[in-house]
């Protein structure tokens, strides 16, 4: 046994025990070697097999750096024993603040939830699932910082170590997904649903399934979806029931929880002061070391003392989709442009190479076989969704398959004239929306569809797809004479569940051009030098939209941003606003179009003949926003324009 005293690898002496697991010790130790505190966890495995896939976990752990996430420094195999050097955090774990200082306030949980829902997304953005997300597993400072531990550690031990309530299920079923307590595996939205769980009993006192004598009763309850209601949640009611919802597939990704926990409470500015300056320097020591052979560890315990989319601007041209600054997910950003191939996931080609994470890309892969499923998102093509000829009863009819965002397709309705009198337009969505208009729903196989009411001379209709995104369906009334919106929604919305009745969303073809900006990745557009003009707004920051086509960066408050959006448009001119030269480009700014304080300019890229022999203009929207003066906002706008032509001049052949 590990005493006071001890050296490990030569560097790391054992001052005093602070914590014990399931299946190990966790001492304060003192690096000798860069002469600070760390917190090294001993434990024992049995099997390579376990400490093979405790190695890939442990190299997930030690790339996650974050300000929410207790840093993995160093590895050290001894043979039978094995030490995890992990960041050393003065802190109490969220269900030791509970035990010794009672139950939080919802402006409390959820200070620390949207922390914790950020740390999950900086992970899930690097394809590692936490699979043990509890009160024991969050850490908050003194100072209301909130950590998350054990970062994917727990979830290697659980599959090859028997620590585990059933021989099926593993985890602490108060906090266990529905899914995973029927015995699939954790994922991210498992992982949602756990830090839903956890800050429901921070808040209600209860697990969300109730109080129980047993585990086996927890389980059950999970499993049949028993969710309690709230009591003492106020303004986080509606984040409790968004992140708990039981089908995986209706809940948020952690980057969406973010936000709605944000919105509801967000940390207050001492804690926000302190994440930023966090942001500004790296937590973590880059110094994981992994051996030969990595034996043993344990599956420990802390042991360290949206509303509805705004509505898009509508003319003629079928505008370009403007959506609100928003608290963004927290990822890192690469310094240089990233090139994609021909409409292929940067993220899921990633993932797939990454040891300990396979379980990830092939679910992913899995789903985008099924059935009614969107799947790799650069691939997917709404227009397979939209047939001109099953509307014709409305109009004579056209495709139009490139208008505004990459992932749109429209269909218009013309008079006898020749006028375009209606449209019907498909957007393919990553995220999906909370609605609170709707009219009804309807299942169709493992397709949900949602009607929702009419507004004015639109009307909506949302398709949710079973790999948890969905399509949006629109019929838009846009001159004299034009048909009901809600019968041209509803006969293609029958059009797309026909077709996904029996296959996923059908794939493009051909790639796209060359000097394509449907090539890149937008959140590459804007390096983190060019983004600190924007005071607050944070390099990583950032919110990847639909197959990374368009990006927004934010500050903590939610009341700084800048988004970039690939688009196409027949023409730029005047109703874009007012002219402006971007580095040679003639572009168009104007203010206040997304939303109060904001300034959005239009720069075009390249102009070429679609598959329909319409001249097309490709272009990309930046849209600055800050509580600044009109003038200075739209010079900002403009120079983070430039920035963005520069970078995309570098990387993509001349137009």
């Known amino acids: 046994m590990p005493e006071a005293g001890d050296r490990i690898a030569d560097r790391y002496l054992l001052q005093e025990p602070i914590g014990r697991g399931g299946m190990g010790v966790v001492w304060l130790a003192w690096d000798e070697r860069l002469e600070r505190r760390v917190a090294v966890k001993c434990a024992r495995l049995d099997d390579d097999r376990a400490a093979r896939r405790l190695m890939g976990e442990a190299r997930n752990a030690g790339r996650l750096h974050h300000p929410n996430i207790v840093g993995v420094f160093d590895f050290v195999d001894e043979g039978a024993t094995c030490w995890i050097i992990m960041e050393y955090v003065p802190s109490r774990s969220l269900a030791q603040m509970v035990t010794e200082g009672g139950l939080l306030t919802p402006e409390e949980a959820g200070s620390i939830g949207c922390q914790i829902a950020a740390a999950l997304a900086k992970s899930h953005h690097e394809g590692v699932v936490h699979g043990d997300v509890t009160p024991e597993n969050i850490l908050v400072t003194a100072e209301g910082i909130a950590r998350l531990t054990d970062f994917g550690i727990s979830r290697a031990l659980w599959s090859d170590v028997t620590h585990s309530t059933t021989s099926s299920v ?3 079923p108060r906090y266990l997904a529905p899914e995973v307590a029927k015995g699939l595996p954790a994922g991210e939205k ?9 800050l429901f009993s921070a808040v209600e006192g209860r697990s969300p399934y109730g109080e129980a004598e047993h585990f086996m009763a927890y389980l059950a309850r999970a499993v049949e979806g028993h969710i309690e209601p709230t009591h003492r949640a106020g303004p986080l009611e509606g984040p409790l029931t968004a992140l708990l919802e039981v089908e995986p597939g209706n809940r948020p990704g952690a980057a969406r929880a973010r936000k709605l926990l944000t919105r509801a409470a967000p940390p207050p500015p001492h804690v926000q002061e302190q994440l930023h300056d966090g942001r500004t320097r790296d937590l973590t020591s880059r110094t994981l070391r992994l051996p030969r052979l990595l034996r043993g560890a344990g599956d420990f315990t802390p042991f360290m003392l949206q509303p509805p989319r705004p509505v898009r601007r509508r003319r003629r041209r079928r505008p370009l989709a403007i959506t609100a600054a928003a608290l963004a997910a927290t990822g890192a950003i690469t310094a240089g442009l990233v090139l994609f191939g021909p409409w292929t ?10 040891t300990g994470v396979t379980d990830v890309a092939d679910a992913k892969q899995s789903a985008a076989a099924q059935a009614g499923a969107i799947g790799d998102e650069r691939t997917a093509d709404p227009c397979g969704l939209l047939d001109a000829a099953s509307l014709s009863r409305f109009g004579g009819t056209a495709l139009d398959p490139d208008y505004g965002e990459v992932d749109r397709c429209d269909v218009l309705v013309r008079n006898n004239s020749g006028d375009d009198i209606a449209d019907v337009e498909v957007n393919l969505d990553a995220d999906r929306d909370e609605f609170d208009d709707i009219r009804s729903t309807r299942l169709v196989g493992g397709i949900t569809v949602v009607t929702l009411k009419r507004d004015g001379e639109a009307c909506d209709r949302a398709v949710l797809t079973p790999d948890g995104k969905q399509i949006r369906v629109m019929g838009k009334q846009l001159g004299k004479g034009a048909p009901d919106p809600c019968q041209m929604a509803d006969a293609a919305t029958d059009h797309v569940v026909g077709v996904l009745a029996d296959s996923p969303v059908p794939r493009r073809s051909p790639s796209p051009a060359p000097n394509s900006l449907a090539r890149l990745d937008t959140c590459t557009l804007l390096t983190a030098t060019e983004l600190k003009r924007m005071p607050g707004v944070e390099a990583d920051n950032r919110d990847r939209g639909f197959g990374s086509w368009d990006c927004d960066w934010s500050s903590d408050d939610g009341n700084r941003a800048v988004e970039i959006q690939i688009s196409r448009d027949n023409t730029l001119d005047a109703d874009d606003g007012t002219p402006v030269n971007v580095t040679g480009k003639k572009s168009y700014f104007i203010a206040d179009e997304a939303e109060d ?46 920035d963005v032509v520069r970078n995309i001049t570098k990387h993509l052949p001349m137009t």
């Open 345 to 354: 996931s940067k993220d899921e080609d990633d993932k797939s190479d990454r």
């Open 597 to 642: 304080d904001s300034c959005t300019v239009r720069t075009p890229h390249r102009t070429y003949t679609n598959s329909t022999g319409d001249r097309t203009t490709e272009l990309f929207q930046l849209t600055v926003y800050a509580p600044q003066p009109t003038k200075q906002l739209c010079a900002a706008a403009t120079q983070f324009a430039a």
């Open 170 to 172: 593993r985890g602490k």
């Open 190 to 198: 498992s992982d949602v649903f756990s830090l839903g769980a956890s």
